[in-house]
């Protein structure tokens, strides 16, 4: 039996491996120098360094004396497919048995646009701004420019490997010297953010090269920076059989893999044996190793069991003790609810790709206490302050009692409760608060309570609460606020009208972090953030007057998740989280400074900035040019107060206003 393995991919190095491994003896062909590099040096198998044509493929099988008993694979690249032609058309001259290694496609679950080819793509790329990363490879680069302007081909930065082929394509296509990035892969998702990062990249092309291809984490790394993909589709769709079919074709049996290892991470319920699931049961059973709190490990039998339940305790052990092949971690609660195994599932992922990780759920504290109370839990709200001691979390959680009738919440003790206490009677709210402690256990106890009540509440255990408002209000779904609702003095404010569009134009979404630069009295911030509770919102002001002003009004509107900062932009926004919006009232002539400190943090972000002045228009259109803004949208507006002036009604005209809306 002889075989000719057509290589150049991940797939045609493994199948040589694999085969080397198993002493079969082959040839594997390549194209290139690079290609023999990366094949590496084999006791079985034979190197052909060379492209080849049908004619030279066939005199080379001829050669080989390759038969009808022989195999031909052909392992090239997905887009290769004038090769792929080539190969089946020599191995049908020559009877061979030709075999096609198909690569799995990867699971592109992230808005993209699609071409057929790189010319068309390259077409579509001159009607975007910002700059281009193209990682299509050095064969396509002459497509591509022969198909772009200048000034796109100017914005494009091309990773190819760093060869002299690919460098002298590049000279050859005229590519600047600062816009060649010549690297050789594999590339992490953390690579490509890097370079995506480093080169200011809003538009990554690639080709849907596969899974084992380096193209999830292309697409990973751009959807984490907001970047528009363009994908070029497969030629055609391909028959044939994955890597360990062909190698069962090849030897009559299965390639013995090394044995994946296999985590569970299931949900205890609330830590008592006798709310625990047959499935949960079995997997402690049938496991090499339990991991978890002590309170939940101390009463099961475990070949060996671990108190802890953190990645960074766990992945250590898993390091030290190969024995461990399944291994269970248990959370208390269910799995999917405020659970930490969202957070365990991707770290089990980082450290060992190939693993299985299943999980399985477990009773919640909250189906728990709703069947101890006899009040339903579809219609309520479920929120969390367990182990968060942060203004915004108990901000959020007091909103949500407002407009709800019921609210279920799991908390880290009985602080909270009193905590919660405080917070309802600062707004004179008159709620039942339910107090489940130790649920499931034997000591189990459930206490209603009253506002008044729960600030002198004390109980050791664990605490899942249910607080009912019975004159719960309806949320307004537009939140806006009057001028006269603010204390003012003489620091300056954006007026009604003006602050209710710049607002609706920072398009705030549920959870997002706004910047609110130059924030005066904090009427935009305060209104902003009166929007959703789970807004945070940042006000930033350098003017000692403003600032106490500032405060007075979010505490007079209760606005717990506004934090108000003494300082110029852009300094006082190092140590600050990354924003999703920025409003910008007033930047001191610093705009652009402003601008590149918020790049630094976060590409995507969107603005709105209010200016007066036509020097202020002028700065902000010339910076809109310079920094490659992309949505640009710019609308002038004047209002007029009514005001009665004896008999009559006078217009009072307030100053023109621009406000312009973009993303960076």
């Known amino acids: 039996m002889r075989i000719i393995i057509f290589s150049g991919t991940t797939e045609g190095r493994e199948l ?287 070949e060996k069991k671990y108190d802890m339940y953190l990645a ?33 599932s991707l770290a089990l992922k980082e450290y060992d790709p190939d693993a299985e990780i299943r999980i399985l759920p477990g009773i919640s504290s909250v189906s728990y206490l709703s069947s101890l109370t006899g009040m339903s839990y579809d219609d309520a709200a479920i929120i969390s302050i367990h182990g968060r001691k942060d203004t915004f979390s108990m901000h959020s959680l007091i909103e949500t009692v407002k407009y709800n009738r019921k609210t279920f919440v799991l908390l880290s003790g009985d602080g909270d409760i009193r905590d919660i206490g405080n917070e309802l009677l600062k707004l004179n709210l008159t709620c039942d608060i339910y107090a489940g402690i130790n649920l499931s256990y034997e000591d189990e106890k459930l206490i209603k ?25 309806k949320q307004p779904l537009i939140n806006v606020l009057k001028d006269e609702e603010f204390v003012r003095d003489k620091v300056p404010m954006t007026k009604e009208c003006i602050r209710h569009e710049s607002i609706i134009r920072l398009g705030l979404c549920m959870g997002d972090v706004v910047y609110d630069i130059g924030g005066g009295t904090g009427s935009v911030a305060i209104e902003a953030a009166a929007i959703h509770p789970s807004l945070k919102v940042y006000s930033f002001e350098k003017n000692e007057e403003a600032y106490d002003l500032m405060l007075k009004n979010i505490e007079k509107h209760h606005a717990k998740n506004v934090v108000a900062i003494k300082g110029q932009a852009p300094e006082c926004l190092e140590d600050i989280e990354a924003p999703d919006c920025v409003f910008i009232g007033g930047s001191s002539h610093r705009l652009y400074d402003i601008i590149d400190a918020i790049k630094q943090k976060k590409m995507g972000v969107r603005y709105v900035i209010n200016a007066v002045s036509l020097e202020t228009m002028d700065e902000v259109r010339e910076m809109l040019k310079d920094k490659n803004a992309s949505d640009i949208d710019m609308i002038q507006l004047s209002c007029s107060n009514i005001k009665p002036v004896g008999e009559y009604h006078m217009l009072q005209a307030q100053n023109p206003v621009m406000i312009f809306s973009f993303v960076i």
């Open 312 to 344: 960074k305790d766990i992945i250590p052990v898993l390091e030290n003790d190969e024995s461990i092949k399944k291994a269970v971690i248990l959370f208390t609660g269910d799995s999917g609810f405020y659970s930490g195994t969202k957070a365990m």
């Open 16 to 302: 040589s491996s694999m085969l080397d491994e198993k002493g079969i003896d082959h040839l594997v062909c390549v194209a290139t120098d690079y290609g023999n590099e990366m094949t590496g040096k084999s006791e079985f198998a034979r190197i052909h360094v060379g492209r080849l044509d049908k004619d030279q493929m066939t005199e080379m099988m001829k050669k080989e004396m390759i038969s009808s008993d022989d195999f031909v694979i052909d392992a090239t690249h997905p887009y290769a497919a004038e090769a792929s032609e080539n190969i089946k058309k020599a191995s049908d001259l020559m009877n061979a048995r030709y075999i096609r290694v198909i690569r799995k496609e990867a699971d592109l679950a992230y808005d993209h646009e699609t071409y057929e080819n790189i010319e068309q793509c390259a077409k579509a790329l001159d009607n975007t701004g910002g700059n281009i990363l193209l990682t299509t490879g050095s064969k396509e680069l002459n497509a591509y420019c022969s198909s772009v302007s200048d000034s796109t081909k100017e914005r494009t930065y091309v990773r190819v490997l760093p060869v002299a082929e690919s460098l002298e394509i590049c000279a050859r296509e005229a590519i600047s010297a600062k816009n060649i990035i010549a690297m050789q892969g594999p590339f992490s998702k953390e690579m490509n953010e890097a370079l995506m990062k480093q080169y200011d990249i809003r538009h990554l092309v690639t080709k849907e090269s596969g899974s084992v291809g380096g193209f999830e984490e292309k697409i990973k790394a751009a959807k984490e920076l907001g970047i528009t993909c363009h994908v070029i589709r497969r030629p055609v769709k391909e028959e044939g059989s994955d890597l360990y079919e062909v190698y069962r074709m090849i030897t009559g049996c299965e390639y013995e893999k090394e044995k994946k290892r296999s985590f569970i991470l299931a949900g205890y319920g609330m830590g008592s044996d006798k709310n625990l699931t047959y499935e949960v049961k079995d997997a402690i059973e049938k496991a090499d190793a339990v991991f978890g709190a002590k309170r939940l490990i101390d009463h099961i039998r475990a």
């Open 449 to 473: 309570l009253s506002a008044k009540e729960a600030i002198e509440f004390e109980h050791e255990g664990i605490i899942t609460a249910l607080i009912v408002n019975e004159a719960f209000k």
